[in-house]
C-alpha cells in the first residue's frame, strides 16, 4: 500500500480536487481504497496500490502550488530527522552573506550556486572560498547571524514536532559551526555537525578545519544516528537542496529535495517546490493541530 499526498501552498484544494486526482490515479492504473484529509483545503492522502512512480507522475503538476508526495504506507511517521541547513533550515547561505561583510558576494555566491549544483567539487570549492575571507574580522560572524540569518519557515514546527513525538533531529552542514550551533538550538536539534572556521588573532584566516563537512559526512551521519538509535533506515527523513546533500537524501527511508538545485529535485524520492517545512509533517500524517511550535 502507497499514500500519495497532496499539500497545497494557499490552502485551495476543494472536495473535487480530491475526486480528480483520484480518477487520475485510476486512470494510470492504481487503485484508490481511501481519500481523505490531513488540514481541510490544505492537505490531503489518497491509499492507493500500484506503481508509486507512475502514481507521482500522474499527480505533479495537476493542481496549482501543489507539492505531490508518494511513499509507502508502513514506517510513514519517521523517528530519524537529517537535516541540511543553508537554503533549508535557514533562508541563506551564511558564507556568501560573510562574503557580502567583504565586499564579494557576487564573486563567493556564483562558486556556491556551481557547487550545490554538482558542478565543482564541494571540498574545494569551500576551501577557494574561505580562502577570499581571510582577514576578515571574527566579530562579523555575529554581526552576520544576526542581521542575515533567518529560519526557514516551519523549521521549527517540523523539529519540535518530530522530537515531541520521540523523534531525534541532527543537523548537518557544509557551512559553519558558529552559525550551525545557534541555528541548532534556536529551531530544536539534538546536536549540530558543521565545518569549523579557523580564527587567530580575532581574523578569519582564511582556512578552515580538516576533514572537510561534506557529501561524505552527511552520509556517514544518518548511517550511524540509525545504528546508535536502534533503527531501520525506512524510519528516517533526510532534508537538503544542494548536491552535497544527495547522498543522505538516497539512503534515508524518505528523502527530500527541498526548493532544490535541478540535480536533487531530479534525484529525490520527493521533493517540496511550494510549500514550507511543514510539509514534511503532512507527508507524516501530522494535521497542523497536533504540531509543536514552542
Not at 501543489?66 to 508502513?74: F, H, K, L, R
Not at 574545494?124 to 552576520?144: H, N, P, Q, Y
Not at 540569518?149 to 543537523?171: F, N
Amino acid at each position: 500500500m502507497f499514500i500519495a499526498t497532496l499539500i497545497a501552498a494557499r490552502g485551495r484544494l476543494a472536495d473535487q480536487d480530491l475526486s480528480t486526482a483520484r480518477e487520475k490515479l485510476d486512470a494510470a492504473g492504481c487503485t484508490v481504497s481511501a481519500v481523505r484529509w490531513i488540514d481541510a483545503g490544505v492537505a490531503a492522502d489518497l491509499d492507493f496500490t500500484g506503481d508509486p512512480l507512475v502514481a507521482r507522475e500522474a499527480l505533479e503538476g495537476l493542481f496549482d502550488a501543489t507539492d505531490v508526495i508518494v511513499q509507502g504506507a508502513e514506517g510513514r511517521e519517521k523517528r530519524l530527522l537529517v537535516a541540511d541547513m543553508d537554503s533549508t533550515m535557514i533562508t541563506v547561505e551564511c558564507i556568501d552573506e560573510l562574503a557580502d561583510y567583504a565586499g564579494i558576494k557576487a564573486q563567493v555566491a556564483e562558486v556556491t550556486e556551481r557547487a550545490m549544483r554538482g558542478e565543482l567539487d564541494f571540498a574545494a570549492a569551500l576551501d577557494a572560498r574561505v580562502a577570499l575571507l581571510e582577514g576578515l574580522d571574527e566579530a562579523v560572524i555575529e554581526r552576520c547571524l544576526a542581521e542575515r540569518v533567518t529560519l526557514m519557515a516551519g523549521a521549527r514546527a517540523l523539529v519540535r514536532t518530530m522530537k515531541a513525538r520521540g523523534g531525534h533531529a541532527i543537523l548537518v552542514s557544509g557551512g559553519f559551526t558558529r552559525f550551525a550551533e545557534p541555528v541548532a538550538a534556536e529551531i530544536g536539534f539534538d546536536r549540530a555537525i558543521a565545518n569549523v572556521l579557523e580564527i587567530a588573532h580575532g581574523k578569519l584566516t582564511g582556512t578552515v578545519r580538516k576533514p572537510i563537512v561534506g557529501s561524505d559526512t552527511k552520509e556517514k551521519t544518518l548511517v550511524e544516528a540509525l545504528a546508535d538509535l536502534g533503527l531501520d533506515p525506512s524510519a528516517s527523513m533526510a532534508v537538503g537542496d544542494g548536491a552535497n546533500d544527495l547522498a543522505m537524501i538516497r539512503r534515508a527511508g524518505l528523502g527530500v529535495a527541498y526548493r532544490a538545485k535541478p540535480i536533487v529535485a531530479g534525484a529525490a524520492a520527493a521533493r517540496v517546490d511550494y510549500n514550507d517545512l511543514t510539509a514534511l509533517l503532512y507527508a507524516q500524517g501530522i494535521p497542523s493541530a497536533e504540531w509543536v511550535t514552542a
